[in-house]
């Protein structure tokens, strides 16, 4: 973003303001679907630069569109059954241009560095000096772009990689918010992350932004209980390559936390947010240790194994887990029972109490073709990098922390935090700006912060007597302005 627009008409759609604003940042969210791309494996936030860069405009894919997209991918999208073609490619000399994620890795004992391209097969690729300088996060989370490769006497070799780039200001992201009302602002969150916001409720359009939550606050640690079809896994997905979704699979020690046997840090030290998919079904292995050190995590921060390594992470962690409902749409068992949706090891209400909020997903209605999004967002890539940054406010959060305060005969102090730090996670992702009045704090980032700590409480409040000697409702106030 270089400037923001403010060229008015009075019949302005706001797709036509979304365009004006934020210019060659936004995309018709109807464009993606049509490309077939993640058919092919291509998140979201990769598949809306491509599309951009092969076929901008606005409007549905015209077939002509779609066949060039659709061509590209055929040539530069590798398929699961497509490795060893390209490395038999590699040794015939050819140079091999292809799309993919890409991650760096230092052995500081070799002294070399290596880049993994596992959608290939490689392992081992060589790679230059200069590029994980230029773009750290190579060795991070790994990035997704368009890399060649060649073969040398010792293997592969990366010649050259062009990753897909977001611009980014966060002053003028706050300042662009100044340009929509609020109704405006929500619609465009929504549209953004990939519904249609008119097939949603008010009390639903709030809950799907609260999924947004994990990524704007650090250390901010949901659990989210829904039917499937609701789109909970599919939108973190394809936010952010900075947000990893695990489903299946075994989970261990070194995995979340740090491999002590090669130093290398977990999903929770590299990655801002860390969701498990379906806890139900994953595997975990030595579950006294894992819920040993989550408890850690999510109480500080800090991120330890056996004292050998310890490091500290602002990372968000998200459970999801699917739960079966009645004819009247509510979960079938009773609200103190939910917590039986969780793997066992993780009932233990001192690990629950380190969870801000329970997201009640099962007030979200299935998702429908009318639910998808049919008109023009920001492209998932600046969405996602726009939500990440803002977790640097700390204005919102110290403004939260100064007006929320808990009443009561017992308030209990972890509830009051979390309130906070919902509170504050609602107002950056809906006021960025920080102009909010009285009434609009209360609605759009008070009360909803007080239901999902309300659903953690519940729980709590069941599950121990000792929580009982505090009060058993939560009840937030607003401090007024000094």
């Not at 699961?80 to 760096?104: A, F, S, W």
């Not at 929504?190 to 949603?200: I, K, W």
């Not at 002590?260 to 292995?285: C, H, I, M, P, S």
């Not at 997201?359 to 920001?378: H, T």
Request: charged share 25%.
């Amino acid at each position: 973003m270089t400037s923001v627009a403010r060229v008015v008409s009075g019949s302005e759609s706001l797709a036509d303001k979304v365009e004006r604003v934020f210019r060659g940042l936004v995309i018709d969210k109807r464009r993606l679907p049509a490309s077939q791309l993640q058919k092919r494996g291509v998140p979201a936030y990769v598949g809306e630069w491509l599309l951009d860069t092969l076929v901008p405009g606005r409007g549905e894919l015209t077939e002509e569109e779609a066949r060039k997209v659709r061509e590209w991918a055929e040539k530069y999208v590798p398929g699961p059954n497509d490795q060893q073609i390209i490395k038999h490619r590699l040794l015939q000399g050819e140079v091999i241009k292809v799309l993919t994620p890409v991650q760096v890795e230092v052995s500081l004992a070799r002294a070399t560095r290596s880049a993994k391209l596992r959608l290939l097969g490689i392992e081992d690729a060589a790679i230059s000096d200069e590029l994980p300088t230029r773009y750290p996060d190579l060795l991070r989370q790994g990035m997704w772009g368009v890399v060649e490769l060649l073969s040398t006497g010792d293997g592969v070799a990366i010649q050259s990689f062009r990753p897909m780039q977001a611009s980014l200001d966060l002053g003028l992201y706050k300042e662009a918010r100044q340009e929509f009302t609020l109704d405006e602002w929500l619609r465009l969150m929504l549209t953004s992350m990939g519904y249609a916001p008119e097939a949603f409720t008010a009390e639903e359009q709030l809950w799907l932004i609260a999924r947004l939550l994990p990524l704007v606050q650090k250390n901010l640690h949901l659990v989210e209980l829904a039917p499937k079809a609701t789109g909970k896994s599919y939108f973190y997905e394809n936010i952010s390559p900075r947000v990893r979704l695990v489903s299946g699979g075994n989970i261990t020690p070194a995995v979340l936390f740090v491999n002590n046997a090669t130093g290398q840090w977990g999903l929770l030290a590299r990655y801002a947010v860390v969701v498990l998919d379906e806890v139900q079904t994953l595997k975990f292995e030595k579950p006294e240790e894992i819920i040993g050190g989550l408890k850690g995590f999510l109480a500080n921060g800090r991120l330890t194994r056996g004292g050998l390594h310890e490091a500290s992470s602002d990372c968000s962690f998200v459970m999801l887990a699917n739960v079966p409902l009645d004819e009247k749409q509510e979960p079938i068992i009773q609200q103190n029972s939910l917590v039986d949706y969780l793997p066992e090891f993780m009932r233990e209400t001192a690990f629950l109490d380190r969870i801000k909020g329970l997201l009640p997903g099962w007030k979200i209605r299935k998702l429908s073709k009318e639910a998808f999004a049919n008109s023009v967002g920001l492209k998932a890539d600046f969405f996602g990098d726009a939500l990440l940054t803002l977790r640097e406010d700390l204005e919102i959060d110290q403004y939260c922390a100064r007006r929320i305060r808990l009443r009561g005969n017992r308030p209990y102090a972890r509830n009051e935090i979390a309130v906070q730090a919902l509170a504050s996670g609602m107002m950056k992702i809906l006021f960025p700006h920080g102009r909010v009045s009285d009434w609009d704090f209360r609605h759009y980032c008070v009360e909803p912060a007080v239901q999902l700590r309300q659903g953690i409480w519940d729980l709590l409040y069941q599950l121990d007597g000792e929580y009982r000697q505090w009060d058993r409702l939560i009840e937030a106030e607003i401090v007024p302005m000094s």
